[in-house]
C-alpha cells in the first residue's frame, strides 16, 4: 500500500511539475502542506527492476515464440544486468541510485534501443543500423559517464544475444558506443553533437573493415556494404541525439551541460538585462558564481549549475532594481518606506525571479536554485528597524517564504550569496578577517537551520568554508592602494 502511494505521489509529481498554475499556486502552501504533499518518495528500487524485466520480455516475446527455456535464458541475464547495474549505482553512484528521473531515463533509453534491435532484427536489417551510439550520448550528457560506458557495454551484450551472438556485431558496437561516450563527454553545444555521429561512424567504418576484411577475410562488397551501415549508424546517432535532448531536458527539468554552458552566456536575455538594467546585481551575481563554482567542485556537487545557478539568482530584482543596495546611488529609496513596506518589497524578489524564470522558460533546477536561494532567512536589517518602530513585530513577516535549500547547489549558493553580500561591507579584507567573516555566515545559516534540508555533511560545509576563503583572498588580494 505505501508502495502504491509512493508511486502515485511521484506520478503526480512529474505531472504537476510541468503545470504553470499549479506551480504559482504552490507558493501559496504551507511548510507543513508542501512536507506532507510536495516531497516526493523514494519509489522502491525493485518496482524499477519490475517494470524494466516485464517490458524487455514483453518486447523480446512479443515478436516471435519463445519456448520456456528462451525466457528464461533471457530473464536471466536481464536480471543479473540489472543486479549488476543496481549493486554499481548503490555502492558508487548513490545519488543515481536515489534519483527517481536518472532511473527512468535510464528505463526508457534502454527499452528504446531493445526494442528497436528486436524490431530491425525481425524486419531484417542490418544490427550495424542499431543506434546504440545514440544511448551512449544521451546518458553521457543527461546522467553519468561512467553509468553510460557501463550500459554501452550491457545493452551491447543484448544486443548481441537477439543478433543470434554476433560477435562482429559485439565488437563494432563497443568501439562505436565508447566512442560515443568519449566524444559526448567534452561537448559545450549542441552542434557538436553532429561531431560525435561522425566520431561513431568512423569508429563502426573501421570496426567492420577491420573485423570483417582483415580478421576474417570477408568479400569486399559484404564489407563495403555493412562499412555504409555503420556510417549511416553513426550520423543517426548524432541526429537522433539532438532530437531527443530536448525532450529528456525539458521533461525531466534537468539541465544538461550544454544547457546550462547556453544559459552561462552573457548574451543570454535575461543577464543581457540584469547588466544594463541592475548593474550592481550583475556584478554581485558573477562573484556569487564564482564563489559557488569553486566551493560546488569541492564538495561534488554540480560546479556549473552552481555557477549558472548563482547568475540568476537574483533576476527577481529586475522588478525593482532601485531598491536593492547594491544597484543604489546616493539615495536609498528605503529611507522613504516603512520597515515592513521594505521588507516586502526586498522579499518579493524571489517570487519575481520565479516568475521570470517561468516566463523565459529556464530549467527547473534554475528556478528552484532562484527559490531556495535565501531559504526562510530573515531580512534582519528591517526586521530590527521595525522592532525599534513598532513592538507587535513579528519574526515570521521577515522572513522569505522559503522552501529552505533542497540540493546541494542551492545551498552552497545561499551561503555564497550571504558570504559575497558580507564581505563588502569588510574595511579590512586580510585572510583572518575572511576566515572570520565566513565562519560566522556560515554558522548562523546552519544554527537558524537554513541546511537542514539538503545534504551537505558538516564535513561539506567546512569545506565549503575554506574555498570561499580562498576565492575570497584572491579577490582581495589585488586590490592594493596607489600612490598619490
Ligand atoms: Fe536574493
Ligand atoms: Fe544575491
Known amino acids: 500500500m505505501r508502495t502504491l502511494h509512493g508511486l502515485f505521489r511521484s506520478i503526480l509529481l512529474v505531472l504537476l511539475k510541468k503545470n504553470r498554475r499549479w506551480q504559482q499556486r504552490k507558493k501559496h502552501l504551507s511548510t507543513e502542506t508542501r512536507n506532507i504533499f510536495l516531497t516526493p518518495l523514494a519509489v522502491p528500487r525493485w518496482l524499477f527492476v519490475c517494470f524494466t524485466l516485464l517490458a524487455i520480455l514483453v518486447l523480446l516475446s512479443s515478436f516471435q515464440e519463445m519456448d520456456f527455456q528462451q525466457i528464461a535464458g533471457y530473464l536471466v541475464i536481464i536480471l543479473g544486468f540489472m543486479i549488476l547495474i543496481g549493486f554499481y549505482l ?50 553521457t550528457i543527461l546522467v553519468d559517464i561512467d553509468l553510460a560506458i557501463l550500459i554501452t557495454v550491457l545493452l551491447n551484450i543484448l544486443i548481441a544475444v537477439i543478433y543470434h551472438n554476433d560477435m562482429n556485431l559485439f565488437a563494432v558496437h563497443l568501439l562505436g558506443g565508447l566512442v560515443g561516450v568519449f566524444s559526448a563527454s567534452s561537448i559545450r553545444q549542441r552542434s557538436d553533437l553532429i561531431r560525435s555521429g561522425l566520431f561513431i561512424s568512423l569508429a563502426n567504418a573501421l570496426g567492420i573493415i577491420s573485423f570483417m576484411a582483415l580478421l576474417q ?62 548593474p550592481g546585481t550583475y556584478h554581485h551575481s558573477l562573484l556569487v558564481g564564482n564563489l559557488a ?66 516566463q523565459y522558460k529556464l530549467s527547473q533546477d534554475i528556478i528552484d536554485i532562484i527559490e531556495q536561494h535565501h531559504g526562510t532567512s530573515l531580512v534582519y536589517f528591517f526586521y530590527q528597524k521595525a522592532l525599534e518602530e513598532e513592538a507587535e513585530a513579528t519574526k515570521e513577516q521577515y522572513r ?33 578577517h575572511l576566515q572570520e567573516l565566513v565562519t560566522r555566515i556560515i554558522n548562523n545559516k546552519f544554527i537558524d537551520g537554513q541546511l537542514e534540508e539538503c545534504d551537505l555533511s558538516l564535513k561539506d560545509i567546512h569545506t ?3 574555498q570561499f576563503c580562498h576565492v575570497l583572498s584572491g579577490m582581495f588580494h589585488n586590490r592594493v592602494d596607489y600612490p598619490k
Open 217 to 278: 577475410h570477408t568479400r569486399a562488397d559484404i564489407v563495403a556494404y555493412n562499412a555504409l551501415w555503420g556510417i549511416i549508424n553513426g550520423f543517426f546517432c548524432g541526429v537522433l541525439s539532438i532530437g531527443f535532448l530536448p525532450y529528456f531536458e525539458h521533461m525531466f527539468g534537468i539541465s544538461s551541460n550544454i544547457k546550462l554552458l547556453e544559459l552561462s552566456d552573457f548574451n543570454q536575455p535575461l543577464l543581457k538585462r540584469l547588466m544594463l538594467e541592475a
Open 464 to 466: 565549503i568554508g575554506e
Open 400 to 432: 522569505y517564504p522559503g522552501p529552505k535549500p533542497q540540493s546541494r547547489e542551492a545551498a552552497i549558493i545561499l551561503l555564497a550569496d550571504a558570504v559575497e553580500a558580507a564581505s563588502r561591507t569588510l574595511d579590512d579584507p586580510s585572510y583572518a
Open 293 to 358: 563554482q569553486t566551493a560546488a567542485g569541492a564538495v561534488n556537487a554540480n560546479p556549473l549549475l552552481a555557477r549558472v545557478g548563482a547568475y540568476y539568482h537574483d533576476i527577481g530584482k529586475l522588478a525593482k532594481p532601485e531598491y536593492f543596495i547594491e544597484n543604489q546611488d546616493d539615495h536609498n529609496r528605503h529611507d522613504d518606506l516603512s520597515p515592513s513596506m521594505s521588507s516586502l518589497i526586498v522579499l518579493s524578489h524571489v517570487k519575481e525571479g520565479v516568475d521570470l524564470a517561468s
Open 90 to 139: 548503490y555502492r558508487y553512484a548513490r545519488h543515481i541510485f536515489e534519483s527517481n528521473n536518472d532511473l527512468i531515463i535510464l528505463q526508457l533509453v534502454s527499452i528504446l534501443v531493445i526494442a528497436l534491435a528486436k524490431i530491425f532484427n525481425e524486419i531484417g536489417l542490418s544490427g550495424y543500423l542499431i543506434p546504440l551510439g545514440m544511448v551512449s550520448i544521451l546518458m
